[in-house]
């Protein structure tokens, strides 16, 4: 059994809400788990079981070899950070960090050594007198990792703890929280609907949608190898494009193009999937792009355009290309890197 | 410039009405600073006289009443302790029970609330004869407990409570319960401290309350001993000069309270953070 293993774990709200469906999943012990997915998929909640902050409808939690499904939020060793952080506003600072140790009758000079340890991990020692109202967005967002810090907890629970900060503060604390997990070792789950943020802290992902698991693995093998239509939309940025097609024989035609000898016996309506990444520019391809727009980022050019039947799509190159709105591109799909599902369940089916 | 006229005319209203409030309260206090026979002879008075001490001092030392068993003295003292118990004992009830009512998963919580609520409708006055036989029966009657407790749980205080504890975020809790802290702990640790000033306004609120209560002390008390501030001003005799100092001795206790506390007092009303 590994640390945490949740095992159909479902929650029906008492207002007939189902917010998670028999869901079983394994976090091993240091690992960072990332759960991601759309607003209102039940990834707070899931987390919020976790906590012990929601009952469990049906099925079990496990955490470090012990059923936790009836043990009090108090009493199993879990820390949170929450999206709006949840200070205390009438204490200070250190004493933020304190509550939760002096809460377990630990004595007072452990305390002190413990939270200015933390405080100086986080750089927040210059502000430990300080009231949280007196602190900026990130200086609150440290103290709220400190206080899940200084417990030295079984396991970190972040419910999307970034999403307050300004985009540049962001990615620092992003680095930040990776580089003190890695520090720490401490076991992780960390909520977020943002998928780049998902994608760079992970050490396994899980792409949640409507309460079910659709995918669980590294963010590598997500990216590279979507398995539903969902995931492959909702993971990578910009997004993918997708055609509307139809297999007969291995040959897939799209509007406009065929692709012979595809490595799949499905046949039938399918939506093909191409990332915009993964295409380039050569004469007498297969895709032509009539471009209509085109976003410089500097390293890159995000090229949007039409196909024939006026269908929109997306094409990434290099940022030292320059191409002028208007023309027409032929685009070739490299190393035939494309997705094929299933138009009516979304599966992969290549 | 018609700025200037249309703002001293506001501030001579304003001056105005001070006058109004403040004139009479004067005289009597300037009044009870003379001797009897200059008022009886002069009538009130707008300017000190010499006799402050003599005046003051003999009405708190004077047995009183009826027969002649109390002082003001004591009066006071069963005033501030008939009010101080009220304060106490109404806003930690009020403190608990809005805290059951907004944490605790109590079934039809907000209709019990609204029960709560409309005692408003049902004040001390109508349910006096009820509230006395219990008291009697009890054994209560001429004591401070027979004095304090049958007014001592307020409904608007309630209210305020439990509006208060409504805006708490739930993080806050569920943080706190992370942390480790119990249901008695986040009572104490968070949400005593985080009312702190609306605590301190209630405790004004009901001391004043407890301290002008009339008609209930009136009914509960048989024995002088117990006889309140409020009750003496009906009762008192004596020459005038010393019912006007005992007139102004007693808007002190409730004053002083406002004073020494007015800084919260005055956070605590108009909404803290
Ligand atoms: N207390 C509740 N009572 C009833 N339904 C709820 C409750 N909390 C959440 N839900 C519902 O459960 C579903 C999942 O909610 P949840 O908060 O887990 O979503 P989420 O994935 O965290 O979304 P977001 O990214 O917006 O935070 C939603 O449909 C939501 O409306
Ligand atoms: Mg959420």
């Known amino acids: 059994m590994s640390f945490l293993d949740l095992k159909n774990v479902t929650k029906i709200y008492p207002n007939g809400t189902k917010a998670v469906h028999e869901t079983s999943l394994s976090v091993d012990e240091g690992e960072f788990m990332v759960f991601v997915g759309p607003s209102g998929c039940g990834k707070s909640t899931l987390l919020r079981m976790v906590a012990g902050l929601e009952d469990i409808t049906e099925g079990d939690i496990n955490l470090d070899g012990k059923l936790i499904n009836e043990v009090d939020p108090s009493e199993r060793d879990v820390a949170m950070v929450f999206q709006n952080y949840a200070l205390y506003p009438h204490m200070n600072v250190y004493n933020n960090l304190a509550y939760g140790l002096k809460n377990r009758g630990i004595d007072k000079e452990t305390i002190e050594q413990k939270v200015n340890d933390a405080a100086k991990l986080l750089q927040i020692s210059d502000y430990l007198q300080r009231k949280p109202s007196m602190l900026s967005g990130g200086q609150r967002q440290r103290v709220a990792m400190g206080r899940a810090i200084v417990r030295n907890p079984k396991i970190f629970l972040f419910d999307e703890p970034l999403s307050n900060l300004d985009a540049k503060l962001r990615i620092q604390m992003r680095l930040e929280i990776k580089k003190l997990q890695q520090k720490v070792g401490v076991t992780s789950i960390f909520v977020t609907h943002d998928q780049v943020e998902a994608m760079t802290l992970a050490d396994r992902l899980a792409v949640i949608n409507n309460g079910i698991i659709e995918q669980l693995g590294t963010p590598i093998e997500i990216y590279d190898n979507p398995k539903s239509l969902f995931v492959a939309g909702f993971i990578g940025s910009p997004q993918m494009n997708f055609l509307d097609g139809n297999i007969k024989n291995k040959t897939l035609s799209a509007e406009g193009f065929e692709i012979k000898d595809i490595d799949s016996d499905f046949e039938g309506e399918v939506k093909l999937g ?26 890159d050019n995000l090229v949007y355009g039409q196909l024939k039947d006026k269908k929109d799509f997306c094409y990434r190159c290099p940022g030292n290309l320059t191409i002028e709105k208007g023309t027409d591109l032929s685009l070739n799909i490299e190393n035939n890197k494309y997705y094929i599902f299933d138009k009516s369940t979304g599966k992969r089916v290549n | 410039m018609t700025r200037f006229i249309t703002s001293s005319f506001s501030h001579l209203i304003l001056l105005i009405g001070i006058l109004i409030m403040v004139v009479p309260v004067w005289m009597i206090f300037a009044s009870s600073t003379h001797t009897s026979s200059m008022i009886n002879m002069n009538g009130l008075q707008m300017f000190l006289g010499d006799s402050f001490y003599e005046n003051y001092l003999r009405v708190l030392l004077y ?52 029960i709560i609520f409309i005692t408003i409708l049902v004040p ?48 806050l809790l569920e943080s706190a319960k992370l942390d480790g802290a119990n249901t008695w702990r986040f009572f104490v640790d968070f949400l005593i401290p985080l009312s702190k000033t609306m605590i301190v306004a209630m405790l004004i609120f009901m001391f004043v309350f407890g ?9 509960v008390t ?37 004073i020494v506390l007015q800084k919260y007092f005055i956070k605590g009303v108009f909404q803290d953070k």
């Open chain 1, 274 to 299: 191409i990332r915009p990444e993964h295409l380039s520019q050569r004469e007498n391809s297969l895709i032509n792009l009539k471009v209509d727009l085109v976003e410089q980022l500097g390293s």
């Open chain 2, 63 to 114: 047995q009183g009443g009826f027969f002649k068993e109390i002082t003001a003295l004591k009066m006071f003292f069963n005033s501030f302790i008939m009010a101080t118990g009220v304060a106490i004992l109404s806003v930690v009830t009020s403190l608990m029970a809005a805290y059951a009512l907004v944490y605790y998963r109590i079934k039809y919580a907000t209709l019990l609330f609204w």
């Open chain 2, 124 to 171: 001390l006055e109508l349910r006096i004869f009820p509230t006395y036989s219990v008291m009697a029966e009890l054994n209560l009657v001429n004591s401070y407990f027979g004095l304090i407790v049958p007014i001592s749980a307020s409904a608007i205080a309630t209210l305020f409570f439990r509006q208060f504890y409504k805006t708490v975020p739930d993080e």
């Open chain 2, 211 to 219: 301290y002008n209560q009339y008609l209930w002390p009136l009914l």
């Open chain 2, 222 to 258: 048989t024995s002088e001993q117990y006889w309140t501030v409020v009750m003496g001003l009906k009762m008192m005799s004596g020459s005038i000069v010393h019912r006007f100092a005992f007139v102004m001795m007693s808007m002190v206790p409730p004053i002083l309270i406002i």
